[in-house]
């Protein structure tokens, strides 16, 4: 039986050829996750009736003929984004769609009545959800510590960190619970997770992939992004995930690109590859340092060419982001009241509205998500929003040229950076200190300000007293241009750069 830990086209390929069933294939993955999520709390919910039945109902649609390209593929999501009751096959009510929590407590019985654009897509294409992951309450963290269901544990270090807010995600794919996987990445949280865990995770540009489901956090920052065992199964599910969506007014209408051919395509004629020199820094870890090298040597030896260039806003990216998604968020999260939405406080005799709102929130929203919806009220409030909101935006302006002058002016195809600055950190390590767990999206809220695409692949590993941990780099490219991304990354898998002693 092929195992999910095999590329999701080898799994393709042995379900198509009638080496492998649908339903063995979603069996080998809830097997592996039956063994694994009592120790990494990876997964939220397990469809573990649910997902065979719709197997099933995957191979007697293969044997009548169908092509379903993600035929019997199983595939986690994050608890972010929506599955109704019917998300098995529109008109097929089957009734499972589970909680949509968001890890928070205020949304721990939610049931949502409609399935996200993108969810359905991949089940549309023959797709298994198998589960959905934990994360960071309401994706707001950078760890997979802040869930109202506990931590989730790093599947080659059981005392650190995934990475976050889509630590589940991540830690699902690597741990070998399924093929592939969906995540939200608003200033990091696809990529940062990947590099963490060792998988491949990829931001597509801002309005690429339709948000219609996936609950808001930021919305101007906020995309549904991938995790995948390598570049060619992120680019083929791009694919099948892409394109406009009339629900989401912020959907683009550009149509989607073959990204699998790019991604196996050699590099075209006078590559040029950007590094910032602000990413070249002893603050980054010994591995991420010999990562990069490594890619920039891969980069030269296949004819390409390395230019270093300035990102002189990178030191600004963090404090600008910091105040748009805070500002962003407490307005989202304000629909979360214990009336119109969530978890309803009880009340005591006398009491009124007031209490109800004050009461339901306190009790429903975890420490990091109050911290966030305290700093975004005290930005937009009255006095504070010329000096900080506003001020954030211009920085957010600047950080857009930067990345401009980088792409038109210097002729880059493509930029080259860590996307952490060092390996999995442990648990509880950066608990009692926001700033330091914020200073580890450095290199990723950048990308979201600025609306780019951004994947991150494995580039090597660190040797560390209790255990050797992976690093990844991210390649950014212009917004739309996903096909000169997934080519350089594509050439860095391909010339070993993760399979090489950080």
Not at 184 to 196: F, I, M, N
């Amino acid at each position: 039986m092929t195992p999910p830990t095999d590329s999701l086209a080898a799994i393709r390929r042995a379900i198509l050829q009638g080496d492998l069933t649908a339903e063995q294939s979603t069996l080998a993955a809830l097997h592996t996750s039956a063994a694994q999520n009592g120790t990494l709390n990876a997964l939220i919910t397990t469809f573990t009736q649910q997902a065979p039945e719709q197997a099933r109902r995957i191979d007697s649609r293969l044997r009548a003929g169908e092509h379903l390209p993600l035929a019997g593929v199983p595939i986690v999501i994050k608890d972010n984004i929506c599955l109704g009751p019917d998300f098995a096959r529109p008109g097929d009510a089957l009734g499972y769609g589970g909680p949509t929590t968001c890890a928070s407590r205020i949304l721990a019985e939610y049931h949502s009545p409609f399935t996200a654009t993108a969810a359905q897509r991949l089940i549309d294409a023959g797709a298994i959800i198998i589960g959905k992951s934990n994360l960071d309450e309401f994706a707001m963290g950078s760890s997979t510590e802040h869930s109202a269901f506990g931590p989730t544990r790093n599947p080659h270090a059981s005392n650190r960190v995934p990475g976050g807010s889509s630590g589940g995600s991540a830690a699902a794919l690597a741990a070998g619970m399924c093929a592939a996987a969906l995540g939200s990445d608003t200033g990091g949280s696809v990529r940062q997770p990947a590099a963490l865990c060792g998988v491949v995770g990829v931001k597509p540009t801002y309005g690429r992939v339709s948000r219609w489901g996936l609950v808001a956090y930021a919305s101007s920052l906020d995309q549904i992004g991938i995790f995948a065992h390598s570049v060619p199964d992120a680019a083929s599910l791009l694919e099948i995930i892409a394109g406009h969506d009339p629900l989401d007014a912020t959907s683009s209408q550009r149509p989607g690109e073959n990204w699998s051919a790019a991604a196996a395509a050699p590099p075209p004629a006078g590559l040029l590859v950007g590094v910032p020199r602000q990413a070249r820094t002893n603050l980054n870890h010994p591995a991420v340092s010999a990562a990069m090298r490594r890619c920039e040597d891969a980069i030269s030896a296949a004819g390409g060419r390395i230019v270093e260039i300035d990102l002189t806003t990178t030191d600004l990216a963090v404090a600008a982001y910091y105040i748009v998604a805070a500002a962003e968020a407490s307005s989202n999260l304000a629909r979360f009241d214990g009336v119109r939405y969530g978890r309803r406080a009880a009340l005591n005799d006398g009491e009124g509205l007031e209490e109800l709102y004050r009461r339901s929130r306190a009790e429903g929203f975890g420490p990091e998500v109050k911290r966030r919806i305290m700093l975004g009220t005290h930005v937009l409030s009255s006095g504070y929003y010329d000096a900080y909101y506003l001020k954030a935006l211009k920085v957010r302006r600047l950080i857009e040229q930067d990345f401009a002058r980088a792409f038109a002016h210097a002729g880059c195809h493509a930029l080259l950076m860590p996307t952490s600055p060092a390996p999995a950190f442990a648990i509880g390590e950066k608990a009692s200190d926001p700033l330091a767990l914020y200073l580890e999206d450095i290199y990723t809220v950048g990308v979201n300000l600025a609306g780019l695409p951004a994947i991150s692949i494995p580039a090597g590993w660190a040797a560390l007293p209790d255990g050797v941990l992976p690093v990844g780099v991210q390649v950014i490219a212009p917004a739309f241009n996903e096909s000169s991304m997934f080519n350089v990354a594509g050439l860095l898998e391909r010339s070993g750069v993760s399979r090489r002693a950080g």
